[in-house]
């Protein structure tokens, strides 16, 4: 039988899987939208306009679910966590508060003149709202990234009476780990972003669809994809050297080094058993751990012997690891592979084409993936060397937990697959319908007016 | 910087005017939810596109107004919220069926907008239905007994009334022609369930805390606070008249329920936090035990009082870009 404690991790860790899924696309995909929407301004090509409208609809889309499942989050911490706001609560209340105060609102309520209000203020106040909604998205972010990263690596702080109280609000911010989580979380969003819009216009194309809009779109966001990808391969491996620096026991379990070793060996693959502190079937390239993380051959890396009991577990953060990377490396191929052909032939090959649409989606799947590695790599900690998870949790009864994880499984499910559903409806809609044209002025007949004015 | 008894006054005013940002707001785009018909896919339409553009920005006060809670107030939080853990649940699920459904139902294929338009309507009484509930054990004090679960249960189907009738009030201003009748009839029907509603909710709280009677009945308070109720009510009657006359003459004034219904809101609710101030679990904690850190509050202060009016700004330029009727969205 499932206790308290296990339901609300299982229930905390399927919300954050799941609201971390749109974020992840609206962060980015917002900044898209700005940038059609800045050429369509500066060239007046319909173009530019029918790509801001086919992925303004996702973008709202996405966004909303973003918006509900973030209230479920926000409603956790108290029901679930108590612990985390009586303990931290004087450090990450305020941090939210901030959130909430500095990015939420202002998207949400500039999110309403950018889906609704483009016929009803000036065209330069739309673009306006736009670049608003973009900064509120990235905002929140900043905000969030720092809660969490302050979690991750807690400075600025005291404790007094087993509380936390802050002594250096800019420490607690902008804490050692923030800086790199930050650009690393911003960096996945636009791959994830960048992806989704190549899977989805490579979809438009190949069902037929011979308009200018997804060309157009696919060209921009594999070159998109080509810039950050290996940019994030970058800032990735400086996140990897501040982890080790603040908390090595998550690099030991990263890399599966169980005993503290010079020239540790980068483990391509390898099964760690963790009743037995060992790893079988061990692939790995000699030396190689070791010239990563501390750039010279023999370089010592501690083992998660140094941190018995004190370290996660190690299977997840050891394939999340992999997965991740792994992932990210077949990003920068086919990215790059994508652009040199698109500018060689001024198109893809149809075989590329169904690779990309089977990877639209797979810079979710590298992000959570990073963000179980990050969070399970914290463990058993809440708040490194603060706070364990296991006193944060709430007392209430396992029925209760139970019911209202079940209740949330179930709604996420149904909404997963109604969203993965109606993005590639909306694109095949879009193959079959001429897209609107905001050449023609004005527009006399909008769809039903239900039908969002701004399909 | 403040001390910690004068920051535990400035935010449990700045989380009342969450609260009651909030109730009026969301409460009216909860409301035209409630109302969505199920039949007539036209009015469905022009109903939902008026509260398109705001829901967001609507819901976003809950947030506020729940996470001040957290971080003024953590202790408060933590036995409200583990107390109404259920209720909240189902709030929380309700909210999600609706937020979502609004953005599908524009892009299902036709066949489905039906359903969603079904998941919209539930979602939004099952949240209304849940507020009240909570709203109505907090009353209660948590108490684990039937007469309180009762209670709840009524004071689920108030407020459930009561964001009918400003939801109501919202489309008689936003709409014209037939859907603005049926706004009004429904109006109508709703500002005399929600009258009920408080009427029941005030006396109840009378009754069951000697503290909340001496508080309102004790002179010479008494000759401030007695008024409140008898406006209160007489704003009632004034909206029932008002309403009579819209159903004749519905260009002129239409706006007036709307504005009559934020009346009557603000009342009750300064009524219901006058009854329990100090306290913020009633017959627990006041807000002075349960208040956080004052390194915490004041850092969160300063922000507060740059944000929260450049907030109310955007918001009212906002509603200024969207004012009107909501069908003038076809000419565009």
Redesign the interface.
């Known amino acids: 039988m499932l206790d308290t404690l296990m339901l609300s991790r299982i229930q905390f860790a399927a919300n954050i899987s799941f609201h971390i899924l749109f974020p992840t696309i609206t962060i980015a995909m917002c900044w898209f939208l700005v940038f059609f929407k800045v050429r369509f301004d500066m060239t007046g090509n319909p173009v530019w306009m029918r790509a801001y409208r086919f992925w303004v609809?996702i973008f709202?889309?996405s966004?909303?679910?973003g918006?509900?499942?973030?209230?479920?989050m926000?409603?956790q911490?108290?029901?679930n966590w108590?612990g985390f706001?009586?303990k931290v609560?004087?450090?990450a209340?305020?941090l939210?508060?901030?959130e909430?105060?500095?990015a939420?609102?202002?998207e949400?309520?500039?999110?309403?003149?950018m889906?609704?209000?483009i016929?009803?203020?000036p065209p330069k106040v739309h673009t306006l709202a736009c670049i608003v909604v973009a900064i509120g998205t990235t905002l929140s972010a900043f905000w969030i990234l720092s809660l969490n990263s302050w979690m991750q690596t807690p400075t600025g702080f005291e404790m007094r009476d087993g509380?936390a109280?802050?002594?250096d609000?800019f420490a607690v911010i902008f804490n050692p780990s923030f800086p790199y989580r930050l650009a690393h979380m911003l960096l996945a969003s636009g791959l994830t972003a960048s992806f989704m819009i190549i899977g989805v216009s490579c979809y438009r194309l190949l069902k037929g669809d011979d308009k200018q809009a997804p060309k157009l779109t696919l060209k921009v966001a594999v070159i998109v994809a080509a810039i950050l990808s290996p940019l994030q391969a970058f800032v990735g491996d400086l996140h990897g050297l501040n982890t080790l620096e603040h908390q090595p026991q998550k690099i030991a379990a990263m890399e599966g080094v169980w005993q503290t070793e010079k020239g540790a060996p980068l483990l391509l693959f390898a099964i760690p058993d963790e009743e037995n502190r060992t790893n079988h079937f061990e692939i790995g390239i000699p030396n190689m751990a070791s010239f990563i993380l501390t750039h010279e051959l023999d370089g010592e890396i501690k083992g998660l012997d140094q941190f018995k009991g004190e370290h996660p577990p190690v299977k997840p953060v050891f394939f999340g690891f992999r997965i991740m990377v792994g992932l990210g490396l077949l990003m920068i191929a086919i990215s790059w592979f994508a652009t040199y052909t698109l500018k060689k032939r001024g198109q893809l090959p149809t075989w590329l084409m169904r690779i990309l649409v089977g990877l639209t989606f797979s810079g979710w799947l590298a992000t959570l993936a990073g963000w179980y590695v990050t969070e399970i790599g914290r463990q058993p900690y809440l708040v490194s060397g603060v706070l364990k998870v296991s006193d944060a949790a709430?007392?209430?009864a396992p029925a209760?937990v139970g019911?209202?994880l079940a209740?949330?499984l179930t709604?996420y499910a149904i909404?997963l697959v109604?969203y993965l559903h109606?993005v590639f409806?909306?694109a095949r809609r879009a193959v079959e319908i001429e897209e609107f044209d905001m050449s023609e002025k004005?527009?006399k007949q909008?769809p039903?007016?239900?039908?969002?004015?701004y399909? | 910087m403040f001390d910690q008894a004068t920051l535990a006054i400035i935010f449990v005013s700045l989380m009342g005017l969450a609260t009651l940002m909030y109730a009026v707001l969301d409460g009216y785009d909860l409301g035209v939810g409630i109302l969505l018909p199920l039949d007539d896919?036209?009015s469905?339409?022009?109903?939902?596109?008026s509260i398109?553009?705001?829901w967001?920005?609507n819901?976003?006060w809950?947030?506020?107004a729940?996470?001040?809670?957290?971080?003024?107030f953590?202790?408060a939080?933590?036995i409200?919220?583990?107390a109404l853990?259920?209720p909240?649940?189902f709030m929380?699920?309700g909210?999600?069926?609706r937020?979502?459904a609004?953005?599908?139902?524009?892009?299902?294929?036709v066949a489905h907008k039906r359903k969603w338009d079904t998941v919209f309507k539930s979602g939004s009484l099952l949240a209304s239905l849940a507020q009240g509930y909570m709203l109505g054990l907090y009353v209660m004090g948590f108490s684990n007994t039937l007469e309180a679960h009762g209670f709840a249960l009524l004071s689920a189907i108030g407020v459930s009334a009561a964001y009918t009738f400003i939801g109501s009030a919202w489309l008689v201003m936003k709409t014209e022609g037939d859907l603005q009748q049926k706004a009004i009839a429904h109006c109508k029907s709703t500002v005399v369930i929600t009258f009920i509603g408080i009427l029941l909710v005030s006396l109840v709280n009378l009754l069951i805390s000697p503290e909340i009677y001496q508080k309102w009945f004790d002179f010479p308070y008494a000759l401030i606070l007695i008024p409140i109720p008898i406006i209160c009510a007489s704003f009632f009657v004034l909206c029932w008249f008002v309403l009579k006359r819209l159903a004749k003459q519905p260009n002129i004034g239409a706006a007036l329920p709307f504005f009559f219904a934020l009346l009557i809101f603000t009342l009750s609710f300064f009524g219901l936090a006058f009854s329990f101030f100090p306290e913020i679990v009633p017959g627990k904690l006041t807000i002075w035990q349960a208040v956080?850190?004052p390194?915490?509050?004041n850092?969160?202060l300063w922000?507060?009082l740059i944000?929260?009016p450049t907030?109310l700004a955007?918001?009212a330029f906002?509603y200024r870009?969207?004012w009107g009727k909501?069908?003038e969205?076809?000419y565009?």
């Not at chain 2, 469905?44 to 596109?49: E, K, L």
């Open positions: 609809k709202a889309l966004f909303a679910l918006v509900v499942s973030g209230i479920t926000s409603f911490f108290g029901t108590p706001m009586e609560g004087n450090i209340g305020p939210l508060g901030y909430v105060l500095t939420f609102f202002l949400a309520t500039f999110l309403g003149i889906l609704f209000g016929k009803r203020v509380i109280y802050p002594t609000w709430t007392q209430i209760n019911f209202s209740l949330y709604t909404l109604a109606t409806l909306m004005p527009i909008l039903s007016k239900g039908d969002n004015a399909v | 896919e036209t469905a339409d022009t109903m939902i596109a398109g553009p705001f967001d920005a819901e976003t809950l947030v506020l729940i996470g001040l809670l957290l971080i003024a953590p202790t939080h933590s409200v919220f583990q853990y259920i909240c649940t929380l699920i909210l999600i069926m937020g979502v609004f953005d599908f139902r524009a892009k299902a294929i956080a850190a390194e915490a509050l850092f969160m922000g507060a944000v929260v907030i955007y918001t906002s870009v969207f909501v069908d969205l076809r565009y």
